[in-house]
């Protein structure tokens, strides 16, 4: 039951992800109170999981890779406010055989970037995903998924 995507989480952020294109995908989320940390403000762990999430999806362009996290940078430019639709933006920028990186913004309402980050993902194959996903009593189908953005 994944914090950020999964639908059937009463604490999750319920995002949606969009294919922009074989190496970007979007994120759409309107944070509820309980993604509160000081008043007003969306929670920085809460952000930096919804942009690892974001990154970490920009590789389905090859639908048969995923990627598990190494590393993660973020670079908080200006408070994230709750209340409002918030996108998220990552890019693939780089892919070897074992490794691909990625890069993000998340972009406030107003179309201002509030954060920008980093990731590092080590490849793991979808097939082993789906094993693991079965082997822990999850239905696949509705922790994986993106579609085509509507925009």
Known sequence: ????CGVENPAGLHAHFYQIDESA???????????QGYPSRVHGGVI????DETMGRAVWGDAKTWGVTAELT???K?????????????????????????EGEL???????????????IKIPLERILKETAAAGLDPDLELFIIPDPE
Request: proline share 5%.
């Open 1 to 4: 039951m994944c914090f950020v």
């Open 48 to 51: 930096a999981s919804i942009m």
């Open 25 to 35: 995908c979007v994120a759409r989320f309107l944070p509820a109170d309980h993604h």
């Open 107 to 121: 972009l406030t309402a107003d179309g201002r970037v509030a954060v920008v980050a980093h990731g590092k993902y």
């Open 74 to 76: 973020l670079k908080y």
């Open 78 to 102: 200006l408070p994230v406010p709750m209340g409002e639709m918030l996108t998220v933006v990552g890019r693939l920028t780089r892919d070897t055989r074992r490794v691909f990186e990625a």
